[in-house]
């Protein structure tokens, strides 16, 4: 494994960095940031679209438990 000499604690393989910079060249594109005002504090930014990402993920996961509790209170207790 090849590892970055800046910050030893994340693997930094080529393959594995290109596809992270595709992904969140991806989130930006389906942000709509770009079609922002100008001026606008977020137009033409990548900050926080990870952290938008994980939160939309954990607030579908929490539907999702939640959808399933309603129909089967003890399905996940199996």
């Not at 494994?1 to 080529?14: A, K, N, R, S």
């Not at 137009?43 to 399933?68: K, S």
Request: proline share 5%.
């Amino acid at each position: 494994m090849h590892v970055c000499l800046l910050d030893t604690m994340f693997d930094c393989h080529p393959k594995i960095e290109q596809m992270k910079a595709e992904f969140i060249d991806h989130l930006y594109e389906q942000s709509g940031r770009d079609s922002l005002p100008n001026g606008h504090p977020l137009r033409a930014t990548y900050t926080g679209l990870w952290q938008e990402f994980c939160q939309r993920g954990a607030e579908e996961a929490r539907q999702a438990w939640w959808d399933v509790q309603s129909i089967d209170p003890e399905a996940f207790d199996r």
